[in-house]
């Protein structure tokens, strides 16, 4: 099958003159497709790079749609405060669901280059994210996948990334604390489900010795940043398989 490629325009006003949305179908026609492919998100990205009509379409109901279909309990979660949206969008949400952001060299993780690539399935935990918070900071709810593994990375070893969402980042412990401490944002890195900026829970000194554990990683090789929406990434270097066992033994 060859790969269609669609240049994004961006002509579309939203308005009901609109040349771009003659023709369209329906709202909850869409939805209804969509519903059958089983909410796709390769081809809802491929559709939001029609023109804006689709691109807000895709934003405000199909990514939406995703997340709940993809992870409803979290998704409930979530909402539970009231919020009728998440922070930082259903978009973000969803590329956070399926994708693990890498690193380049020079970049947040400064000495490894791993390309970022989709993932099929992964396991968010709200109890793992406790382990992630100093204790002072627990009341907070944090959801953290399970590491996306990559082995044998030269002298780095076996590098796992993580990445997870704050649930009401804006009011939460962890902010607060960052700003107490005048935590600095990071001067050119932006998160890359959001393109919000980052703070360095290494740099703010937040990161408890729990979250090695939890990982299965090397307690002094764990770092992770946190976004102003509060979407969380981070890397650790992994124990050997056997010596991460008795970890979890001590856990």
């Not at 990514?63 to 279909?69: G, I, Q, T, V």
């Not at 900026?197 to 010795?209: C, G, Y």
């Amino acid at each position: 099958m060859e790969t269609m490629i669609l240049t994004k325009q961006y002509r579309c006003i939203h308005s009901s003159s609109c040349q771009c949305k003659k023709g369209h179908l329906s709202e909850d026609v869409i939805f209804l497709v969509f519903q059958q492919l089983n909410w796709n998100p390769k081809l809802i990205a491929t559709l939001s790079c029609v023109c804006k009509w689709f691109d807000d379409l895709a934003k405000r109901v199909l990514w939406k749609a995703f997340c709940w279909a993809r992870a409803p309990k979290m998704m409930l979660d979530l909402q539970s405060s009231g919020s009728h949206s998440v922070d930082g969008n259903w978009r973000a949400l969803g590329k956070l669901l399926i994708y693990c952001s890498g690193c380049t060299k020079g970049g947040l993780f400064n000495n490894i280059h791993i390309p970022g690539h989709f993932v099929y399935k992964t396991r968010f935990s709200r109890t793992s994210g406790k382990s992630f918070l100093l204790p002072q900071c627990r009341t907070d709810i944090l959801y953290v996948s399970d590491p996306c593994e990559h082995l044998d990375q030269g002298d780095e070893g076996d590098v796992g990334f993580f990445r997870g969402i704050f649930k009401s980042f804006s009011m939460s412990k962890v902010r607060k604390m960052l700003i107490k401490r005048g935590a600095q944002l990071h001067p050119t890195e932006v998160c890359p489900y959001c393109k919000a900026k980052l703070w360095s829970m290494q740099q703010a000194e937040m990161i408890p010795q729990s979250a090695s554990c939890r990982l299965g990683a090397y307690e002094d090789c764990v770092e992770y940043y946190v976004c102003l929406n509060g979407h969380v990434l981070g890397i650790c270097t992994l124990l050997p398989l056997s010596d991460s066992e008795e970890v979890s033994e001590l856990e």
